[in-house]
């Protein structure tokens, strides 16, 4: 049997108070992160909330696979989380072998469910997620990493023509729960079975179109689904909210964690930011701009403290007419942008950060601490 859900979180899940709001402690919270060492082998980890990720990528500049090579220039910055795309855990083999402390995964994002959810279907799905999981809890439990298992934006498996003006399908929902509570089962069952110490595996689903059903009442993964599952996590795409204002962007996350059910051993907030970005494109191809409306956003997303917040991506994926959009940190050219700068330079400074804590405090950060420094660290940060 596995440990008990409280010590599965893990040092991610930890949620002390902000770094910059000292006082009390919550009688709730659970145990500092000093006495629940995740990363063994990485004494000085903590959750670092910002990050970002590698999908297609139109380009590569080395002999290796293009999202290994991205995966190491993501590691160069000073990131210790990695979101690809996944088939096995021994595809994961070389990105294990990185300094990554969470990996945030597709791992069977298909709509083969959609056509017909059968009962082969259904077998498969359980008999793929059950194993990987096991694989994951068994071949990485000594490297003591986190490894989240979802999905590509699930709205549009609901939307399968991507017209916005229409609700979801009462029979795409019912199999889209069905697929999920599978998935879900499958990670339960493994955890439960496996003997484990210091890896975590944890589902999300990712909704996309929230404000559809938060201020026009669609049915929509996020009021349809999510309340008849038990994922553990919900990963929020969030182009349809990353430009509104602060105050509305926590009342989106607010609404999107709300439809969760609750779970045992899992902190309050369970959504984190699966994307949010502005292209090279959208900024006009001006570098300081993309980098202040980027960070503008981001910080805008650490004042609800998520767990994690992803930009997308490292490498542009989107090409349109031969042009590249420029939803990147390094360009087609191998030009860091300042955007990649920054978050570099942020890496560092939470880790400057986190060292005068623990020598302060003797612990490390939690999550919402590392939030509140981000946010406070991107304000101050004058345009470049």
Not at 94 to 107: E, K, Q, R
Not at 338 to 344: R, V
Request: charged share 25%.
């Amino acid at each position: 049997m596995s440990s008990t859900p409280r010590f599965l979180l893990g040092v991610l899940l930890l949620f002390p108070l902000a770094l910059v709001a000292q006082g009390k402690k919550r009688p709730d919270q659970p145990l500092e992160m000093s006495r629940l060492p995740a990363v063994p082998t990485m004494p000085d980890a903590f959750p670092q909330v910002v990050g970002t990720q590698v999908f297609g990528p139109a380009y590569k500049f080395t002999k290796d696979e293009a999202v290994l090579e991205a995966a190491k220039g993501i590691s160069a910055m000073g990131s210790r989380i990695l979101k690809i795309n996944a088939d096995s855990g021994q595809q994961l083999t070389p990105y294990i072998a990185m300094p990554f402390t969470h990996y945030v995964l597709w791992y069977r994002s298909s709509n083969e469910w959609t056509k017909g959810f059968t009962p082969e279907l259904k077998r498969r799905e359980y008999n793929a997620v059950y194993h990987f999981t096991k694989d994951l809890l068994t071949r990485y439990d000594t490297a003591g990493k986190t490894f989240f298992l979802g999905h590509w934006e699930g709205d549009w498996y609901l939307l399968p023509d991507k017209d916005v003006k229409k609700d979801a399908s009462p029979e795409l929902v019912a199999a889209m729960i069905e697929w999920l509570s599978i998935r879900q089962k499958a990670v339960d069952d493994a955890r439960s079975e496996v003997s484990y110490a210091k890896c975590r595996v944890y589902t999300y689903a990712e909704v996309n179109r929230v404000r559809d059903a938060m201020k026009d009442g669609r049915k929509r993964l996020v009021n349809a689904v999510l309340p008849k599952v038990n994922v553990d996590f919900v990963s929020y795409s969030a182009y349809d909210s990353q430009l509104l204002p602060g105050e509305e962007i926590r009342a989106t996350l607010d609404y999107v964690n709300a439809q969760l059910p609750a779970k045992a051993g899992l902190p309050a907030k369970r959504v984190f930011i699966g994307e949010f970005g502005l292209s090279w494109k959208a900024c006009g191809g001006d570098g300081a701009k993309h980098d202040q409306r980027n960070r503008e956003i981001l910080a805008k997303f650490m004042t609800w403290k998520p767990a994690m917040a992803l930009f997308w991506q490292y490498y542009n994926n989107e090409v349109i007419d031969g042009e590249q959009v420029g939803f990147w940190l390094v360009d087609n050219k191998n030009n860091k942008t300042p955007l990649h700068a920054t978050m570099t330079e942020l890496f560092t400074a939470q880790e400057e950060a986190a060292r005068e804590m623990r020598g302060r405090t003797r612990r490390l950060p939690g999550y919402e601490e590392i939030a509140a420094f981000s946010e406070n660290w991107l304000n101050a940060r004058a345009p470049r």
